[in-house]
């Protein structure tokens, strides 16, 4: 069974800092999908990364994927209470038809 | 955005009850989903479909049961809940996109059975 970590899993700080979240697994996957999700709703799929070492950037969010395809971060900058929510990598064996494996997610709260 | 819907959004029920959760695509995807969510935990996947016809076991083992008679149509249903299928069912749906599969989420049903 694939896993994946998600760390950390809760992260509270104030209107404009920066932060990094991360996704871990010993497996390798084909791509790997970072999804936000508010309260009482369904995940809203942010980025895919499918190379070794790429590096996607969508506004103050910077997306990695590691290079050996294992794990991937997010770097929020200047952080806004809009951020606030749950995000959730999921990773992609191979395909993605069959499913994604999902992580636990890191639940974020900007404090304005 | 996407266009993907699922009803109803909540549902209280007692125990023993058959239910039918909706989920419904206008985007022609092939590829359908059902994912189970418990509060601050990850999605499993439960059900998947490929297309009309088909459908498939997720990961995690569950009693309920899935169709997919039309392509835009992948209902759910509960033939007798229980306290312990209390939960988020989320559909989701997905395309052949950049050599990927994309997918694309539904608002979820959340399901309390008493």
Redesign the interface.
């Known amino acids: 069974t694939q896993l994946l970590e998600q760390s950390p899993q809760f992260l509270s700080i104030q209107e404009g800092e920066n932060l990094t979240v991360y996704c871990n697994s010993s497996s390798v996957f084909s791509s790997l999908q970072w999804y936000r999700q508010e309260p009482g709703e369904g995940p809203v799929l942010l980025v895919t990364v499918v190379t070794g070492g790429e590096v996607k950037k969508l506004k103050r969010l910077t997306f990695q994927f590691g290079d050996a395809r294992k794990d991937s971060s997010l770097h929020i900058t200047a952080a806004q209470p809009g951020d606030t929510g749950l995000y959730l990598c999921a990773g992609d064996s191979g395909g993605g038809a069959d499913g994604l494996t999902f992580g636990k997610g890191t639940h974020l709260i900007i404090q304005p | 955005e996407a266009d993907i819907y ?1 009803t109803p ?1 909540y549902l209280v029920i007692g125990t023993g009850k058959k239910i039918t959760l909706e989920c419904s695509q206008t985007m022609g995807h092939d ?1 359908m ?1 059902w ?1 189970q969510q418990d509060p ?6 439960i059900h ?1 479909s ?1 297309g009309v016809n088909s459908t ?1 076991k ?2 995690l083992s569950s009693e309920s049961t899935v169709s997919r008679i039309r392509t835009e149509h992948f209902p759910l249903t509960l033939e007798s809940a229980r306290p312990s299928h209390t939960s988020q069912y ?3 749906s ?1 395309e052949l996109g950049g ?10 049903t ?1 399901l309390t059975v008493l």
């Open positions: 699922q959004r590829k989903y994912y601050g935990m990850e999605l499993h996947l998947y490929y498939e997720g990961d989320l559909c989701a997905s050599g990927l599969y994309e997918q694309f989420f539904g608002p979820g959340r």
